[in-house]
């Protein structure tokens, strides 16, 4: 296992990260009845079988369901032997005075603990913050009043789309930034990673495999998704031709990127887990292959969003692989 430093927080992350949704949620596009929270004794096993193979970056939220409880109760004995990333519960500012925006956050805060089994946060990352809300400035107050008493370590962002981030980043409070960044999606690419870069902000991906459509499961994409669908098919010719495979490609791909510490694999399952950690091994892509992959693009880019695609996502279940 390789290890990379989170930017400014000069902490060791290992290059494959442990992403906990599925662990606390029904996640994920569901093909045969994939992507179903596994039971509590499975999602403990996995727990322990990432620590035992190096992982020591597990990213959980508040939003992810029983998540951060079934994290708590698994690896309450080896807490030492892991940086564990948390998220707050949502939050809007709706013209609520400074106090009681700093209760909502203290009280997210402390519910983590409590499920999380543990006295300090490594690191609280905002999540789905609008960029009002980065603005303002009031929520990340709030959270220094956490890490001043010593229940948080450093303070970053979970962030969606291209704005969001440069907010986070023209701020310049924030540590670390975590952002959706895949082949398909390269958005990021031409101002937010650099400049992430610069500024030593430790930048964290997630959505390597876009919901898991750059795999095998491209091929059950709808017809409103016809353009990425397309994208990702010349990609997977890409993999083909190089005797790989799209996930590994993916993994590959991103971890190729000099601003990314570490890339998440969200995942219930053991063999999808070592999986991402044989692909990371493999080291980067070659140039040659990175310049072709970056000539492929997707025309209609509101498809590499996913809270935009269609609701019959959810009757693929009936679909095979």
């Given amino acids: 296992m390789n290890y990379r430093r ?3 927080t000069n902490l060791q992350v290992s290059e494959i990260g442990l992403g906990t949704v599925e662990l606390g949620l029904d996640y994920g596009v569901p093909v045969a009845g994939e992507h179903l929270r596994p039971p509590e004794e499975h999602a403990a096993r996995l727990l322990n079988r990432a620590l035992d193979l190096g992982v020591n970056f597990i990213d959980t939220a508040r939003a992810y ?3 951060e409880e079934v994290i708590g109760r698994a690896l309450k004995g080896r807490r030492n032997e892991y940086i564990l990333a948390t998220k707050l519960a949502p939050i809007r500012e709706e013209g609520q005075p400074d106090q009681e925006l700093r209760e909502q956050v203290k009280a997210s805060i402390t519910e983590s603990l409590r ?14 913050a609008p960029v009002d ?6 929520v990340l107050a709030a959270a220094r009043e956490a890490q001043r008493a010593g229940y948080v370590r450093f303070i970053g962002a979970s962030t969606y789309g291209e704005e969001v981030p440069l907010a986070v980043l023209e701020d310049g409070g924030y540590d670390t930034l975590q952002v959706a960044y895949n082949l398909a999606d390269r958005t990021l690419e031409e101002q937010v990673l650099p400049r992430a870069q610069r500024q030593g902000v430790g930048v964290i991906v997630r959505s390597v495999l876009l919901r898991g459509v750059l795999s095998h499961r491209y091929r059950f994409l709808p017809a409103a998704l016809e353009d990425l669908k397309a994208a990702i098919e010349r990609l997977a010719e890409l993999a083909d031709a190089e005797a790989s495979s799209l996930p590994e490609m993916a993994y590959r791909f991103v971890l190729g990127h000099p601003a990314v510490a570490t890339a998440l694999v ?3 399952r053991d063999e999808e887990l070592e999986a991402a950690l044989a692909f990371a091994g493999r080291g980067m892509l070659a140039p040659t292959l990175v310049a072709r992959i970056r000539e492929i693009t997707v025309s209609d880019r509101a498809q590499l969003d996913p809270s935009t695609w269609p609701s019959e996502m959810g009757a693929w279940q009936g679909q095979t692989k």
């Fill in 266 to 268: 969200g995942t219930a």
């Fill in 65 to 67: 369901g029983v998540s």
């Fill in 115 to 128: 499920m999380l089994q543990t006295d300090v946060i490594d690191l609280l990352q905002l999540h789905y």
């Fill in 6 to 8: 989170l930017g400014r």
């Fill in 133 to 138: 809300v980065v603005r303002s400035g009031r």
